[in-house]
């Protein structure tokens, strides 16, 4: 069956660094585009950042432009999202997301907690 896992979440402090990972498998990893979202207690979910199925293209929320990089290995079926100079309003659950036309899967979700 189709799973998506993240991982790599945690508590740390504003100005740090974290890498998450969503690990894929029941499906055709290389065909799918890739997204990281987030969810803050009380706002809606939000778009992150997202990568192509070969990882040509990258697209970024503005919030995170130039903080966060997204990226794809297909030999291992995963997908990154590097974070660095963390501030407390990137605190959120965060999801990642595989799209290929109208079909999509999520995962669970990680918990990134920025605090000092």
């Known amino acids: 069956q189709v799973q998506l896992v993240e991982s790599g979440g945690g508590l740390v402090q504003p100005g740090g660094s974290l890498r998450l990972s969503c690990a894929a498998s029941?499906?055709?990893?290389?065909?799918?585009?890739m997204r990281w979202y987030r969810q803050a207690p009380g706002k809606e979910r939000e778009l992150v950042a997202g990568?192509?199925?070969?990882?040509?293209?990258?697209s970024y929320a503005d919030s995170v432009k130039g903080r966060f990089t997204i990226s794809r290995d297909n030999a291992k079926n995963t997908v990154y999202l590097r974070m660095s100079s963390l501030k407390p309003e990137d605190t959120a659950v965060y999801y990642c997301?595989?799209?290929?036309?109208?079909?999509?899967?999520w995962g669970q979700g990680t918990q990134v907690t920025v605090s000092s």
């Open positions: 029941g499906f055709t990893f290389s065909s799918y585009a």
């Open positions: 990568i192509s199925n070969v990882g040509g293209s990258t």
């Open positions: 997301n595989a799209r290929s036309g109208t079909q999509g899967y």
